[in-house]
């Protein structure tokens, strides 16, 4: 088993990406703390988990909180007795025209997509030094590699993480902790959002014949969060069905 007798925390992993990387890494063998503000999903994740005989526990959290977040590693301790892999997955968009964008939506995208990843791996960080290694895995997207329209501060958010992760990547590295991001494409999931030519659009712009699956950016977490990537970090890893090759 690829995560055998890990501990996984996973942000927003009450949907989506998210819940797809718990189950992978819970049948590679992975404890799971489930991170998500809805405290539905996350509990509908855990007991999906528990239905599958893996261990797993839910905590409520807004990743754009510290306290939150310190509350989220505490608990994952108190449980678990240690960290190691963090997948940084939570994430929101906000479409509109940057001109008409307002200060208050800019703040949350900013806040949920990006700030989250410096107050999680800051929190985590400390107990992976004192372990001797560790796996950040944080969920980027193409849209901070290629320009898309009406989605301005997500655009900025991803693109932040993306620098983020490479400086990590170097301040960590010598302390064998990988950090490392994944980019999707179009991933069907609720977040998922429409656009004025509708899905046609996304397939228009996708060469592979089919949109992205949340198991598909599962396995690439899976991947990145497994001793197979040790040697892997500060790395984008695009999962896109080919959007950005053309």
Known sequence: MRL???V???T???????RASALAFVREGAKVVVADWSEKGGEETVKLIKEEKGQAIFVKTDVSRAADV???VKKCLAEYEK??????NAGIVKMGALHETSEADWDQVINVNLKSIFLCSKAVLPEMLKQGKGKIVSTASIAGLVG???IGPYCASKGGMIALTREMALEYASKKINVNCIAPGVIKTAMTVDTPGGMKGYMDNTPYPRLGEGEDIAMAALYLASDESDFVTGEVLVVDGGWTVK
């Open 4 to 6: 055998k007798n890990k």
């Open 8 to 10: 996984a925390i996973i």
């Open 12 to 18: 927003g992993a009450g949907s989506g990406i998210g």
């Open 70 to 72: 310190e509350n989220l």
């Open 83 to 88: 960290v190691d892999i963090l997948f940084n």
């Open 148 to 150: 898309f329209s009406q």
